[in-house]
């Protein structure tokens, strides 16, 4: 979770069109899949990393927090809000303490919890689990949100660490639904604000397709799927 994180897409409420909401909804159920024994136990090692991770991060103890990392002196670090990853400890160390001497946040709380884990080689794993945070940056008003992250541990000592990090946010009309759904608009003005989202980010999402796409389309008109 960065320190000064302005996450836009928390204010982003409306109505998805229709294809794409089916489209989600049939790809990304919420089933209960089967864990095997060694996941599990692996999963509930991660949990126990993300308890004492989140203390030490809602505390700012950035020192901390950066000696649960794989001592490499490579990391790699995605952020939702950086157009580009972050690779080095330079650059993590940069992130976490983007103006030195200056406090950025007046508090920070984050949840982690939805962890599953697997092994890579015994001693290296990929995890995926969702944050919740609520945050107040100095001068502005609290906000919160979520977001789901995908984590590469490498046990050194015995101890999991962390050596590569990525928030995968859901894309803006799917974050929208979701956040129309858990705080609907209940006045007039609200709805209209909603309105003005989902035909703000229609417009955008149209305005993006590739030139070329229609002859692309075209050419695979007669194209079936195989399985």
Known sequence: MPVYKIRLLVFFTGFLLAPIQVMA????????????????????????FLVDYAEVYNNQ??????????????????AEEVPFPL????????????????????????RYSEVRAKYLTPDIAVATYRIDYDLKLVGRAPMGGWDRIMAVFRKADGEWKLTAYAE????????????????????????????????????????????????????????????
């Open 87 to 110: 690779y080095g400890k330079q650059r993590l160390d940069n992130y976490l303490n983007p103006v030195p001497g200056k406090k950025i946040l007046e508090g920070i709380d984050n």
């Open 61 to 78: 103890n950035y020192r901390a927090l950066k000696s649960m990392w794989y001592d490499d002196g490579n990391p790699i670090y995605m």
């Open 168 to 227: 995968a946010p859901m894309g803006p009309m799917t974050m929208a639904r979701k956040q129309m759904k858990a705080i609907p608009a209940q006045t007039d003005a609200e709805k209209a604000a909603y309105e003005t989202t989902t035909e703000t980010l229609k417009m955008l999402s149209e305005a993006q397709v590739s030139e070329g796409f229609d002859e692309f389309l075209a050419e695979r008109k007669d194209l079936e799927p195989t399985h």
């Open 25 to 48: 909804d049939y790809h990304y159920q919420n089933t209960e899949d089967a864990i095997v024994a060694d996941e599990e136990k692996l999963a509930g090692e991660i949990s126990a």
